[in-house]
């Protein structure tokens, strides 16, 4: 595809489906607590306060409780150790006393004594009774008292070590032990001695206490602990809540008195009582406050004076200007009866009449919407065919650049409520600035909508947009590059002015950038206007992965939509050389559309179709040429531009009180 086929493609892209809608998580889901909890956490300084304080003072308690509970557990088991230990020494020292004295030569008599004196030793202590456990060391000769037990948890209790320590000393040793009864593990004392029975035999006799009661005091003092340390959280929380509640509301109320402030209401002013620092913060906010709102008084004021006088000189030039223009028309239409120095004059004046025009249109539609006069005419109108009537305005524009324009729309309509002559403005102002700044590369223009919006995005690949220029693209008089020329004859008031029709409508018009990948501008509208916006059918970046160059040649290859596209050339040619015939005979056809794109013109009340100022910098240059050669400006004839047919000819000049073009197949839903 060449530039000198330089138009408005037309072909099928699929309509971009709707983003899905956030998935909401039931109610008796955990993580939808969980991001309540984290939501509140960020957004409440009260609740984070008391939570830290809380967590602290918990950590405080803790630590707390764990040195108390052990120093309380240390003192308890050695106290109970060493009133169990003497009582357990003296009762079995005493046995062998009592076996010594009391022992004969007879079984029956042996055994007899050495169970009453096991009865007795369990009844002893301070209300402890011990187990017994009454066992034989050696394996070897005759056994005149058997082995015994009171307990089998007190015998099974006993350790290898305890009873190695009693077969070898001679003294009274004891150990810790765990006791396992009805399942449960109780802790223990265990003391053993070595005895001596007839017939001079070795005996190993183990008091075994069970200090369950001692276990059971040190838990009523855990419980006792846990349940204080919960009360005292419960009122420090409380403390920490009423206490950051008045120290953190002058500070909410100077933030919802900042967001009055926000919305307009400049007479809001915070309450101030006392002398502390919070009432400092208060007094000096409301200084704030009062200067922010005197000065905004006065800006609004200056703001004021000057929309008046904008609106004031525009109204007062547009008389004069009118006088002007058809003294220009005049000259310019005598202009072959000139010299070339002359004939010049009257073109660049002719030209820069127009753009003074051009200009002085923006400065009121710009007066009309500071003013807040703006109006919205809005229909149901078909937002295809509106795009298509603005590439056709700029079509001789991207000729001259050298820029091919592609409009890529689904087919069926997109139906949208809207003003299509300011929907018509913004896309020409989007398709002439991407011509502007396209250095001659491919642009595309995006046509898509979904059940909630309608979108139209703008890409070119020139020199492209930093995050700086996106925050600025759309304030007035602003340019990129102050030494850069217009070429397109703009006011630097398109954009603005296009912001403000996109305001108007409860839309979107949004740029993206990258230096050197070129830009995007996207216009998004609600289907109905009023409706709010949520999302885009198009998204705000490149669309199309790869380079224009290789969506072209994919384009290419694509049998079934590109041989329609070289028909439409072909008749375009066909139609442009018979338009040229007709030219030369009577003179241009007024409203002649090229053939890619007939049945787009505007409806009835549309804005017309405005032609190029390219022509005029072209001039510009001759005429300055002219007055450098001295064999032009002795009198030879500057040379006249070949008439342009085709496809990508200017149009036919209007003025904004021409008629418009004769509708075509626009349907108004």
Not at 370 to 375: H, Q, S, T
Request: hydrophobic share 45%; with cysteine.
């Amino acid at each position: 595809m060449s530039a000198a086929s330089s138009g408005a493609l037309e072909r099928y892209v699929p309509p971009v489906a709707a983003p899905p809608r956030a998935y909401k998580r039931p109610w008796w889901d955990p993580r939808r607590w969980f991001g309540w909890a984290v939501q509140r956490w960020r957004r409440s300084m009260q609740l984070r306060t008391v939570a830290i304080t809380v967590v602290l003072c918990a950590l405080a308690e803790i630590i707390t409780g764990a040195l108390l509970s052990a120093r309380i557990a240390d003192g308890l088991f050695k106290e109970r150790v060493s009133q169990v230990k003497e009582e357990a020494a003296a009762s079995l020292r005493g046995a062998q006393t009592t076996f010594d004295a009391g022992m004969g030569g007879n079984i029956s008599a042996t055994r007899t004594l050495v169970g009453d004196q096991l009865k007795a030793m369990r009844g002893d202590g301070s209300g402890m009774q011990p187990d017994t456990v009454l066992r034989v060391m050696d394996g070897e000769g005759r056994q005149w008292v058997p082995n015994s037990a009171s307990s089998e948890a007190a015998d099974a209790a006993l350790t290898p070590a305890l009873r190695e320590a009693v077969a070898t000393g001679n003294d009274v040793h004891w150990q810790s032990v765990t006791l396992r009864i009805d399942g449960r593990n109780e802790p223990g004392l265990a003391f053993g001695y070595r005895v001596e029975l007839p017939p001079q035999r070795n005996y190993g006799l183990y008091l075994v206490y069970n200090l369950s009661q001692v276990q059971n005091s040190l838990n009523l003092i855990h419980g006792v602990l846990l349940l204080g340390g919960s009360l005292l959280l419960v009122v420090i929380g409380a403390i920490a809540w009423y206490v950051s509640r008045r120290a953190l509301q002058p500070v909410a109320e100077a933030a919802a008195t900042a967001e009055q402030l926000a919305r307009g209401a400049l007479d809001e002013r915070m309450h101030v009582e006392g002398q502390d620092e919070v009432a400092r913060l208060g007094r000096s906010f409301n200084r704030m406050a009062d200067s922010l709102a005197a000065q905004i008084v006065q800006l609004e004021t200056l703001s004021q004076m000057q929309q008046r006088f904008v609106s004031d000189v525009s109204h007062e030039l547009r008389t004069p200007l009118t006088t002007v223009r058809m003294a220009a028309e005049v000259l310019h239409d005598a202009r072959d009866d000139f010299d070339p120095i002359n004939r010049r004059s009257a073109e660049l004046l002719y030209d820069q009449v127009e753009r003074f025009q051009t200009l002085l249109n923006d400065l009121l539609e710009i007066s009309r919407f500071d003013a807040g006069a703006a109006v919205l005419d809005a229909g149901e109108w078909d937002l295809i065919p509106v795009v298509k009537r603005a590439i056709e305005t700029a079509i001789p524009h991207a000729q001259a650049a050298g820029s091919i324009l592609e409009l890529i729309a689904p087919d069926t309509p997109v139906v949208v409520e809207m003003d299509p002559r300011r929907v018509e403005r913004v896309v020409r102002n989007l398709v002439m600035n991407a011509v502007e700044h396209g250095e001659g590369r491919p642009i595309e223009v995006r046509v898509a909508g979904d059940d909630a919006a309608a979108a139209v995005a703008v890409r070119d690949h020139g020199i492209g947009l930093s995050p700086l220029d996106v925050a600025r693209v759309f304030d007035r008089f602003w340019r990129k590059d102050a030494a850069r020329a217009r070429t397109t004859g703009g006011s630097g008031l398109g954009l603005s002015i296009s912001m403000q029709d996109a305001r108007l409508h409860g839309g979107w018009l949004q740029a993206w950038g990258e230096p050197g990948e070129g830009s995007i501008f996207r216009l998004t509208l609600p289907r109905e206007v009023g409706q709010r916006l949520t999302a885009s059918p198009l998204p705000l970046a490149d669309p199309v992965p790869g380079t224009a160059a290789e969506a072209e040649a994919v384009d290419a290859d694509d049998t079934e939509w590109f041989p329609r596209v070289a028909e439409v050339f072909q008749e375009a040619e066909v139609v442009g050389e018979s338009q040229a015939e007709e030219a030369d005979e009577t003179g241009p056809v007024p409203g002649t559309l090229p053939p890619g794109l007939a049945g787009a013109s505007a409806p009835t009340g549309a804005m017309p179709i405005v032609s190029a100022e390219a022509a005029a910098h072209e001039r510009e240059a001759e005429y300055d040429a002219a007055h450098a050669d001295p064999a032009r400006a002795a009198g030879a004839p500057a040379p006249e531009p070949a008439p342009s047919t085709g496809p990508g000819a200017a149009q036919p000049r209007h003025s904004a009180h021409d008629p418009a073009p004769e509708p075509g197949h626009q349907e108004k839903a």
